[in-house]
């Protein structure tokens, strides 16, 4: 019986741990974005949307705000079928924000469109 619950128990672990959900793409997006980190936040973008990142930023010139200390705080996530996903989080300012994510090669990525 105890070997079966730690068998449980590392089960959950890897599940939980999953690289690949859209919660993990969320963090890895939103993480890399307050610290400014733009080439890693587009890892997790669909080409259309790291075009259009790459468009404000020129048009910014390069002064977006930084949150070093921001941690990635998920309020919910909503999956529909098996290639659409919203993120609710909990902003560097304080607010509730959504993140659109599609799947798209067997990978979650932040999409700007719905």
């Known amino acids: 019986m105890r070997k079966l619950l730690v068998l449980l128990l590392i089960s959950v672990a890897f599940v939980s741990c999953d690289t690949n959900s859209p919660k993990a ?3 890895k997006f939103t993480e890399s974005m307050a610290k400014g980190d733009m080439e890693e936040a587009k890892k997790h973008m669909t080409a259309g949307t ?3 990142l790459d468009m ?5 010139g390069d002064s977006i705000p930084k949150y070093p200390d921001f ?3 998920m309020i919910k996530d909503s999956i529909v079928g098996d290639t659409i996903a919203w993120v609710t ?3 560097p ?3 509730q ?3 659109n994510l599609v799947k798209r090669d067997g990978q979650w ?3 700007m469109g719905k």
């Open 89 to 91: 989080y909990t902003s």
């Open 93 to 95: 300012l304080g607010s």
């Open 71 to 73: 941690k990635f705080k």
């Open 25 to 27: 793409t969320a963090e």
């Open 50 to 52: 790291a075009s259009l």
């Open 56 to 60: 404000a930023m020129k048009m910014s």
């Open 109 to 111: 990525k932040v999409t």
């Open 97 to 99: 924000e959504e993140l």
